[in-house]
Nanobody, 124 residues
Framework: QVQLVESGGGSVQAGGSLRLSCAAS?????????LGWFRQAPGKEREFVAA?????????VDSVKGRFTISRDNAKNKVTAYLQMNRLQPEETGVYFC???????????????WGRGTQVTVSS
């Protein structure tokens, strides 16, 4: 079983920055998993934000390219993924969830493992 625990959410003004962390544990081959972030705004569906593969290949939704950066630190039994978010906008308010996504030829799809989420609030 894979456990994903997010941290780093909070409240910022528009144009500000936050850094989210996702600590993944539970299996010895964690470093072969892709890790990623999805977000869900109030009243909207959960959407893909960014993902990073085991070989550090990355993908982003178009709206965050150039502002968000995903990275990861690999260890034998624990892997941590980070999401640096710059120039945040109010419409990016929501709960950000860590996930071990399925990498496809198009946009990564959600995998079975989710964290509980961390709230990000951007005020105008």
């Amino acid at each position: 079983q894979v456990q994903l625990v997010e941290s780093g959410g909070g409240s910022v003004q528009a144009g500000g920055s936050l850094r989210l962390s996702c600590a993944a544990s539970g299996r010895t081959f964690l470093n072969s998993y892709a890790l990623g972030w999805f977000r869900q705004a109030p009243g909207k569906e959960r959407e893909f934000v960014a993902a990073i593969q085991w070989n550090s290949g990355t993908s982003y939704v178009d709206s965050v390219k150039g502002r968000f950066t995903i990275s990861r630190d690999n260890a034998k039994n624990k892997v941590t993924a980070y999401l640096q978010m710059n120039r945040l906008q109010p419409e990016e308010t929501g709960v950000y969830f860590c996930n071990a996504p399925v990498i496809t030829s198009r946009q990564p799809k959600p995998g079975a493992h989710w964290g509980r989420g961390t709230q990000v609030t951007v005020s105008s």
